[in-house]
């Protein structure tokens, strides 16, 4: 059967072509090549789409949970400014990541490398910021209380604390640490965040302790013999053995019993000077504390009580004496009528007396001691005690 005969330009073309030998499909030619393009078109496309995913994927680790708008408006600032220039500074990383086929290749790890210090800068800058934020609020507290030691050695954590809460951050480096520059508020060297050191506090409980070996030794009858005297020394010199307590003793009068007034803290011998004064004056206090007096009248001198205060001692033990022995009916008050029960004395410096104060609790029937200068309260269960912790309150 003849072949069906192809109509149009083509057909006639194709049929002189092959009657020449020569006939060349253009048509085809041209669709063959447009069908290559169309997938090479595809193929970009879905290795574009993949990349993006990585990209993605690899900037959804970039975990950014810093809260801006908390901060003052001159740290919202430098706080956005940075971390918008570490996020771009991963998205770089991850974009050049993903078009690297080899994960296990030098130029992919060095890449995870650059993306994973970003992260860690994110991580330290808010931890420093909500450490910050903490800081603030404890050292302010802490200064209102007069809880903080006025020793010299206290300078520089003072002076960087008052910085950092009344001053912008200064800059934050490339590790996410707070940096404070040099000049700022009232400190004369830059200094970080992390590098910052607490103010320590007054050694109120070594204070304490020292007040309680002297008290101990005041109630003793007996002469100390040399035994006795080289456990004093050896307890002193452990108490006193750290530093910051130490240079707190010599400068905050943690123990008004005895007057450090001469020594430097910074002298290296400051410690055996704290010693010796320490146990010479201990060993001065034996028996002091033994004899009683009862009336002003009868009033025993050797007991080395300060003539100002006899009347007033007088009328501490008294009523000391009558609080203790008043029966407490229902609600903890007292049966009877007691005069002067809730009456307070101050026994502070000449200067300022009520500094000091104390009073006898009817309730607890304990005696109550507040210290006005450093906030200090504490409760003892006699008179005796509380003169033991602090002996120079009524006694030479």
Avoid: C
Avoid at 115 to 140: C, Q, S
Avoid at 317 to 340: F, T, Y
Wanted: aromatic fraction near 8%.
């Amino acid at each position: 059967m003849a072949k069906q005969r192809q109509s149009g330009i083509v057909g006639a073309a194709r049929e002189v072509s092959q009657a020449q030998g020569n006939f060349i499909d253009y048509g085809g030619q041209f669709m063959t090549g447009y069908n290559k393009s169309l997938e090479t078109k595809k193929k970009k496309e879905a290795e574009n789409k993949e990349t993006q995913a990585r990209v993605n994927n690899l900037m959804g680790q970039f975990k950014n949970d810093i809260d801006v708008l908390k901060f003052k408006p001159e740290d919202q600032t430098l706080v956005k400014n940075t971390v918008t220039q570490w996020r771009n500074g991963y998205a770089e990383a991850a974009n050049a990541a993903s078009k690297i086929q080899d994960k296990s290749s030098a130029a992919y790890q060095e890449q995870v490398d650059i993306m994973n210090d970003y992260k860690n800068r994110m991580v330290n800058l808010k931890g420093n910021l909500d450490n910050l934020a903490a800081f603030k609020g404890e050292y302010k507290n802490n200064i209102d209380a007069g809880h903080y030691s006025n020793a010299g050695a206290n300078s520089m954590p003072l002076a960087q604390g008052e910085t950092m809460v009344t001053n912008p951050i200064g800059s934050i480096n490339d590790s996410g640490d707070l940096v404070w520059g040099p000049g700022t508020g009232s400190v004369r060297e830059g200094f970080s965040f992390q590098d910052y050191q607490m103010p320590f506090e007054k050694a109120t409980g070594l204070a304490t302790a020292l007040g309680g070996i002297a008290g101990n030794i005041r109630k003793q009858t007996t002469p100390l013999d040399n035994l006795q005297k080289r456990e004093i020394e050896e307890k002193v010199d452990s108490l006193i053995s750290n530093p910051k307590a130490l240079a707190s003793l010599i400068s905050d009068s943690d123990l008004p019993a005895f007057d450090f007034s001469n020594i430097d803290p910074d002298d290296p011998n400051a410690k055996e000077e704290v010693r010796n004064l320490l146990t010479s004056s201990i060993y001065k206090l034996q028996g002091s504390g033994v004899v009683k007096p009862k009336t002003p009248g009868t009033v025993d001198k050797s007991a080395g009580i300060r003539p100002e205060f006899e009347m007033s001692y007088n009328q501490m033990l008294d009523l000391e004496d009558k609080i203790l022995n008043s029966p407490v009916g229902p609600g903890g008050r007292l049966d009877i009528s007691v005069a002067n029960a809730n009456k307070v004395w101050s026994v502070g410096p000449k200067d300022k007396p009520s500094q000091i104060r104390i009073k006898i609790d009817p309730k607890t029937k304990k005696w109550v001691y507040f210290d006005a200068s450093s906030n200090v309260r504490a409760e003892y269960n006699s008179i005796e005690d509380l003169t033991s912790a602090y002996p120079t309150l009524f006694f030479k």
